[in-house]
């Protein structure tokens, strides 16, 4: 168990709509990363946040937006959906940008677009 | 570009048998990290060792040891005595910079321990 809770696990949904995705970090730690990983794709860095500030971007669709709250668990919110964002999403996190370790991963959320 | 190469098939392994898998790296940085994670068929990322690029000596953690050979750009992943909870996809993935904890991932390798 990495301590990253990603809820929810499993999703279904259907074309044009909209989901939420959950992270808790693990405690203590304050940066958090979204990823995605799809078959074609592979894993692809979406965006990090810092202590509640957003910190990187990588290739985020314009369609998908995420946040950090004060308690530190981020959300990534997906809209207007698209048969192609049928992906595993991961959340990660570590203490901070400048840790020189591992990211801990949580156990992903499966987005299946019907 | 591509940051990260893994370019093997999918590997069959025996029970017991060591396994090698093939790692390079893209970057002009001189301060960067060099990571592998298990995914296994339920999904969820584990990371297994870690060497820096100023490191030098391989890193080892149990039987996951890293061959780094820095001029040649490869940072290998050995698992010595496989057993059949190794078959998962392994990826390598690469921090870049200090200051930055993102990382990049390659495609990933299959691996199946056959008993």
């Known amino acids: 168990d990495s301590g990253v809770t990603q809820t929810p696990k499993h999703l279904i949904t259907a074309t044009g709509q909209r989901v939420t995705l959950r992270c808790s970090p693990r405690s203590g730690d304050l940066s958090v990363y979204w990823y995605q990983q799809s078959l074609d794709q592979g894993l692809q860095f979406l965006i990090q946040?810092?202590?509640?500030?957003?910190?990187a971007k990588g290739n985020i669709l314009e369609r998908f937006s995420a946040q950090q709250f004060p308690d530190l668990h981020s959300e990534l919110n997906l809209s207007s959906l698209e048969l192609g964002d049928s992906a595993l999403y991961f959340c990660a996190s570590s203490v901070d940008p400048g840790y020189d370790g591992e990211l801990f991963f949580g156990e992903g959320s499966r987005l299946t677009v019907l | 570009a591509q940051k990260i190469t893994q370019t093997q098939p999918g590997m069959f392994v025996q029970e017991k048998e060591a396994v090698t898998l093939d790692c390079t790296y893209d970057t002009s940085d001189q301060s960067y990290g060099l990571f592998w994670y298990k995914q296994p068929s339920s999904g969820e990322m584990i990371f297994l060792i870690y060497?820096?690029?100023?490191?030098?000596q391989n890193a080892t953690e149990g039987r996951y040891s890293l061959n780094f050979q820095k001029a040649r750009k490869s940072a290998n992943l050995v698992i010595s005595a496989s057993q059949l909870g190794d078959s998962a996809m392994y990826f390598c993935a690469m921090r870049e910079g200090y200051g930055n904890n993102r990382l990049a991932f390659g495609k990933g390798n299959q691996v199946v321990v056959i008993p």
């Open positions: 946040y810092y202590n509640g500030e957003e910190r």
């Open positions: 060497q820096g690029s100023y490191d030098e």
